[in-house]
């Protein structure tokens, strides 16, 4: 039988949740999760809500208790090397380690329903009152005890997905009159990123082109093994056939993947965005 709407978002959210964890940490979390007889929390529940453009109301909530986003903000800094300065540093690191997965979860969307699905508005917020707790999610992160997250799906994002083809457009119907005597009004552009208060000026930085380099390896030779180089000679880098290679922006590693052959060029498929801190220390 085919897996309901709920339990495919259920699995979805908590893969790329996984998947998120694992590129902080380098360590792979193992994942449960249920959507039968969820159980509460004796513990206060932390509630995080972000939306989708799917339609009017098209949003999740993922709720923790403080034991849980306490223990992975610390463990995803402890993997960075970085002592919390507080409470604030640890929960944003919880928060941004789910906005990473749900960024995910809106493409997952938009592959299933075939078209453009991006996040909207987000925050610290529970789920209104008639949407109840659907799911339940655990996470074992390394030695330490199961860590678990409450989901609350509303019923408009479980509907878009019951009924893609209904889910309506951003532009306005137009009545026989206007359209007669105007011309159609042309679709609207996708929305593109927001941007902070005050950052007006990061929407010129956007049209800068940037220098983008693959490394496949690197290796050091005594100027003596150098000019014994000829037509044919083969130097011995330092990564694996298997090793994925290097994405440089700038001078600084911002990803890794895997060497394709795209319409018999060569390109580059991205398995991994590394993290703010790695790309700090891969800086060259």
């Keep these: 039988m085919q897996a ?31 959507t039968s007889e969820t159980p509460t929390s004796a513990e206060p529940l932390a ?4 939306s989708f453009n799917l339609r009017p109301g098209a949003a999740l909530w993922i709720g923790a208790p403080e034991t849980s986003w306490r223990r992975i903000g610390e463990h995803v800094l402890g993997a960075a090397g970085i002592s919390p300065s507080g409470d604030d540093e640890i929960k944003n690191t919880y928060q941004e380690i789910l906005g990473q997965a749900v960024a995910s979860v809106a493409r997952s969307l938009g592959t299933r329903l075939n078209r453009e699905v991006a996040c909207e508005e987000t925050g610290e917020q529970p789920p209104p009152d008639d ?30 997905l019951e009924s893609p083809a209904d889910t309506p457009s951003t532009e306005q119907p137009e009545s026989k009159a206007e359209t007669a005597e105007t011309a159609p009004a042309l679709p609207e552009p996708a929305p593109r990123p927001s941007l902070p208060a005050g950052a007006r000026t990061l929407d010129l930085l956007l049209e800068v082109e940037m ?33 994925p290679v290097e994405v440089i922006v700038n001078n600084c590693v911002i990803a890794r993947g895997e060497v ?6 060569y390109g580059i498929r991205i398995k991994e965005i590394i993290s703010r801190q790695e790309r700090l220390r891969t800086l060259r």
């Design 260 to 265: 394709v052959v795209v319409e018999g060029n």
């Design 47 to 50: 509630w995080w809500g972000q």
């Design 211 to 243: 220098p983008v380099s693959v490394s496949f390896g690197r290796t050091q030779l005594p100027l003596r093994d150098l000019l014994k180089l000829t037509t044919g000679s083969i130097i011995e880098l330092n990564r694996t056939v298997n090793e």
């Design 131 to 160: 949407v109840p707790v659907q799911a339940l999610v655990d996470l074992t992160l390394g030695e330490s005890a199961k860590l678990s997250l409450w989901m609350a799906f509303s019923p408009e994002l479980l509907r878009a």
């Design 4 to 34: 309901s709407h709920l339990d495919w978002l259920t699995e979805t959210l908590a893969q790329h949740l996984a998947e998120a964890l694992e590129l902080m940490t380098g360590e792979a979390p193992q994942v449960a999760w249920t």
